[in-house]
Structures are given as structure tokens and as C-alpha cells.
């Protein structure tokens, strides 16, 4: 779905919504980070953290993503303004295609982020639990980490990993506006990523930004922390205690992306014509789900007019068979003749 944003020369432009999300410690930010060389791309940082709820279209005018001062909690965000400042700084409004926010914590508040967002895209990431718990272990251990410093680094790692698995599947299930990208997959091998990537956010990624990646993967690479497994008691409670279910959907479906993305094209054209037949179908049930209410409330309404006319008819049987009583009664009589006693008078009057 297109929308219109003033951008920060008072430009009008086209663009589309974007949220990247998934569990903490899986690669959203340096996700973000590559997204962010194609210029025909920006992703913010975690700008609305703390508010996912109230976020709508009027949030990412360019005025905006730069109205406030970064705040702990009781804001919108703790990132520093420079930061937004100096990225919406290199991005040049009229060529921007994709506008939107990155956080894990987005992963929470799905659907509410889409029903408040009408046809915006999201980018879920998915990473094995171990590597996920062996991050959130590294970073309680650094006393001077302002999130995980001095906690329960596995138990919390644990915790947002299968709350984000949990979440990834149940929104995937009824949302095709939905990208789920493998970390080691993007990672790992993101030249062959591209074209998935091309094809959900309908942009050519040319020489320049491919080259831009590859840069950022070799720093990526030299600034990689060394790794430090989980002894075996801790990787037999992973596997115990880990969401199974969900992980198995989710990379059932990393895997039919893959698939889609190198079908032959006749193959493609008929999942083409399958979605296409699915969203017929649905929208007839939308449909015939819309009439079905509507008649259930004609029903109402004329069942409510017709107790009323019912009422309204004991109404004027009563009237009438009191006038009749009245008509008839000697009082009616009496001044029926008073009536024409006092016509005849006025008569001979005149």
C-alpha cells in the first residue's frame, strides 16, 4: 500500500512501510545496517522503542522521525538524535522507495504494528536459540552492560527467543506481507540473498550496492566476537526447553521462499495463480461474511419496525374503541344535543 510522507525539503513522496524484527540478538541491526546502503532505502533504528503501539503512517514524515530528545523508558527511544540526524542526512527523499524502523522487540506487537500500518512489509529474522542464548550469556556477563549486565543471560536468552519464534509464526500464518531471512543465510551468503531480497522489496540492487554489502560483510567479519559454546548440560536444557514447533514452521517456511525464488516459471505462475485463487477465495468469504451481517441486521431492523407496528396497531384499536365508547355513552348524547340547541339559538340571533 502507497502512501504520501513530506520528506525534509518538503518533498512528496511515495513510499512504503518497513519494519524489521525478531529476536533480540538476531541480526536486525546489522540487517538494518546493509538495507540502509541501497538508497532507495531507510530503516531507522528502534526510533519508536518504547511507544510500538501508537506507531502509524504520520510517524515517519521526516519532521517527525526527528521531534524528540532521547530518553530511557518515559520516551520514545534511547537512541541518540545524531543518529537519526546524520542517516536521514545521507537519504535523498525523492529517491526513496522504503521507509520504516528496525527492533526486535517489534516481534511483540506484530499485529497491532500491521492493523495500525495498513499494507506495510515486515522482515522477521530467525537464528538457532544457541547462538541467540550464547549472545544473551556473553553480554549479562559484562557488569557494565546497561540491559543484560549481572542478569540471567541464558534463562532471558531462552525466554525472547521462543516468545520471537512464537510470534514469527502466528503472524507469518495470516500475513503475506512477510520476509522471514535466515541469519546465516543473509550472513553467510548474502550475494545469493539478494534476489530474495530484491523480490520482496521490488528493488534492483545494482553493482554499487552489492559492492557497498560485500564491504560490510569483511567489517562485519573482522568485528565478529569470538564464540563461546554452551557446555553440554546447558545445550540438553535448550533442546528440552526450546519451542520446536515453531522453529520447524518457521524454517519450512525460509525454505519454501528459497523454492519459490528458483522455480521454474511455470511453476511460479501457478503458486501465482494458487495465491491469487486464495485471495479470491477470501476476499468472497469477506464478503460473503459482510452480507451475512448486514442481513442479520436488516432482520433486526424489521423485526424491531414490525413489534412496533404491532404495538402502534394495539395502540389505535384502543383508541378507536375508546371513541366509540364515548360516541356512545349518554354525556356524548347530551352534548351532541347542547350542540344543536345552541346552533339554533345563535341561529335565531342572527
Known amino acids: 500500500m502507497n502512501w504520501l ?4 525539503n518538503y ?3 511515495i513510499m512504503k512501510l518497513l519494519f524489521v524484527a525478531g529476536a533480540a540478538r538476531s541480526g536486525t541491526t546489522a540487517f538494518a545496517d546493509y538495507l540502509n546502503r541501497h538508497q532507495e532505502i531507510l530503516v531507522c533504528r528502534e526510533r519508536y522503542k518504547y511507544v510500538p503501539g501508537q506507531i502509524d503512517p504520520s510517524f515517519f514524515t521526516f519532521d517527525r522521525l526527528l521531534d524528540y530528545e532521547p530518553q530511557q523508558r518515559s520516551g520514545e527511544t534511547n537512541v541518540p538524535l545524531e543518529y537519526h540526524a546524520e542517516l536521514l542526512a545521507s537519504k535523498d527523499p525523492a529517491k526513496l522507495k522504503w521507509i520504516g524502523d528496525k527492533h526486535p522487540g517489534y516481534v511483540r506487537s506484530l499485529p497491532t504494528i500491521a492493523r495500525n500500518n495498513p499494507g506495510a512489509s515486515f522482515v522477521l529474522t530467525h537464528r538457532p536459540i544457541e547462538e541467540v542464548v550464547e549472545s544473551f550469556e ?21 525466554e525472547y527467543w521462543n516468545r520471537a519464534m512464537s510470534s514469527t509464526r502466528e503472524f507469518a500464518e495470516s500475513n503475506p506481507n512477510v520476509l522471514i531471512v535466515g541469519y546465516h543465510d543473509f550472513f553467510y551468503r548474502n550475494e545469493e540473498c539478494i534476489p530474495l531480497i530484491s523480490r520482496f522489496l521490488d528493488l534492483e540492487f545494482d553493482e554499487q550496492v552489492r559492492e557497498a554489502w560485500r564491504e560490510t560483510s569483511r567489517k562485519f567479519e573482522s568485528e565478529r566476537r569470538q564464540k563461546e559454546p554452551l557446555d553440554g548440560e546447558q545445550a540438553a536444557l535448550l533442546e528440552e526447553r526450546k519451542d520446536h514447533a515453531s522453529e520447524e514452521w518457521v524454517l519450512g517456511r525460509i525454505e519454501e521462499q528459497w523454492r519459490e525464488l528458483n522455480a521454474p516459471a511455470d511453476a511460479g505462475n501457478e503458486t501465482e495463480r494458487a495465491k491469487t485463487r486464495i485471495t479470491v477465495d477470501r476476499n468472497l468469504e ?13 432482520r433486526n431492523m424489521s423485526n424491531l419496525l414490525k413489534k412496533r407496528n404491532q404495538k402502534l396497531g394495539r395502540q389505535t384499536k384502543k383508541l378507536e374503541g375508546q371513541i366509540t365508547a364515548m360516541q356512545s355513552s349518554k354525556s356524548w348524547r347530551l352534548m351532541g344535543k347542547v350542540g344543536r340547541i345552541r346552533a339554533g339559538i345563535l341561529g335565531k340571533k342572527g
Open 5 to 8: 510522507v513530506a520528506g525534509a
Open 11 to 13: 518533498y512528496e513522496i
Open 138 to 158: 556473553a553480554r549479562s556477563k559484562d557488569p557494565e552492560d546497561g540491559w543484560l549486565g549481572g542478569k540471567d543471560g541464558f534463562e532471558m536468552g531462552i
Open 286 to 298: 469477506e464478503q460473503v461474511r459482510k452480507l451475512e451481517k448486514d442481513l442479520a441486521e436488516e
